[in-house]
């Protein structure tokens, strides 16, 4: 069949359906983007931003400890937490050992694992003190090992967790690590 100018007549009702298949396709890609998954289901329960966790972190008490790499540990900081890594070093200026929060597993496992720490190697940690069951531990915003080696898993200026971040904010502030003094 052919029409105007010698082009195909589509069959009446396609324009209608090719134009309702683009809307659900378009619909299902939103829908499917704007899903994200439960705190629990990601392995962050417990350690969201503004959380009973995230809120002992305070940016204007930043301080930085450096030290030697003891060993990885797991913990659980609050009860009810999905798991968490950190480390132990032991702190240059008076020989103890600190026990330093680096963030949830499901975040910072692979990143601290690719990072490649060995047992005394030196390491700079920058964050703040704070307490959890009466001791205190290190929450560590970037651990730093050589002149450019890091994992940051918070914005220094304020605190930010990079695990409650988009993965553009993400994207956007590993840029930028090291455009600052390399201090920050």
């Known amino acids: 069949m052919r029409g105007t100018y010698g082009q195909a007549k589509r069959p009446a009702g396609t324009a209608a359906f090719v134009r309702a298949l683009v809307f659900f396709a378009i ?10 998954e439960t705190p629990q289901a990601s392995g962050l329960t417990g350690w969201e931003q503004n959380g009973e966790y995230d809120q002992r972190y305070d940016p204007q008490e930043l301080d930085r400890v450096k030290g030697s790499f003891q060993e990885i540990v797991e913990l659980t900081p609050l009860d009810g937490m999905a798991p968490g890594i950190g480390v132990i070093m032991r702190d240059r200026a008076d020989d103890e050992l600190v026990t330093v929060h680096l963030g949830p597993k499901a975040f910072v496992g692979k990143q601290l694992e690719e990072f490649g720490l060995t047992a005394g190697q030196k390491i700079k940690v920058t964050g703040v003190w704070a307490e959890f069951d009466g001791k205190d531990v290190f929450m ?22 990079y695990w409650s971040m988009s993965p553009e904010q993400l994207a956007a502030e590993r840029a930028s690590e090291f455009e600052d003094d390399g201090e920050g």
Not at 145 to 156: A, D, L
Request: hydrophobic share 35%; proline share 3%; aromatic share 4%.
């Open 27 to 36: 619909l299902a890609a939103l829908v499917a983007c704007g899903e994200s």
């Open 140 to 161: 560590a915003s970037k651990i730093k090992k050589g002149e450019f080696q890091q994992v940051k898993v918070r914005r220094t200026s304020d605190g930010t967790p």
